[in-house]
């Protein structure tokens, strides 16, 4: 069977500060800028999961797009959305909120509900113009 990818888009809205507190405030200042504002800020985040495989001959899907919808809602949504993702979210308690790092989470608490045999990427966008995207290590 032919791989297709196959993606869905979701969006989240959450509150960080970048900011490394082995440094200074002005150093902190001077390699984050406005993001290490101590009173933190905030993205409308969108993001898109995309998973590559084969079309299942019987239900003409890589994966249910529905089924994908739920996982995100669970394992993304409900644990960032409306959060500080610095306070409120343990993953980054240790753990710098950059999108890099945030697109890393994302990944490794979605690859654990995906079968292994579609490959996962993720990309997220934290402004129109900025955004990465992560595939595995």
């Avoid at 082995?22 to 999961?49: M, Q, R, T």
């Avoid at 909120?97 to 079968?115: D, G, M, Q, Y």
Wanted: charged residues 25%; neutral net charge; aromatic residues 10%.
């Amino acid at each position: 069977m032919p791989k297709v990818t196959v993606h869905r888009k979701a969006h989240f809205n959450a509150a960080h500060r970048l900011f490394n507190e082995k440094w200074s405030a002005e150093k902190n200042f001077e390699i984050f800028g406005k993001c290490s504002n101590p009173n933190y800020h905030g993205h409308n985040y969108d993001l898109i999961v995309s998973l590559t495989g084969e079309i299942d001959p019987e239900t003409g899907f890589v994966y249910d797009l529905g089924k994908l919808k739920n996982v995100i809602k669970s394992e993304i949504e409900n644990s960032f959305d409306h959060k500080n993702l610095n306070i409120d979210v343990p993953d980054f308690q240790n753990l710098n909120p950059t999108a890099e790092n945030i697109s890393v989470v994302i990944f490794n608490k979605l690859r654990v509900c995906i079968p292994e045999k579609l490959a996962l990427s993720i990309t997220l966008y934290e402004t129109r113009r900025n955004y990465v995207t992560y595939s595995g290590a």
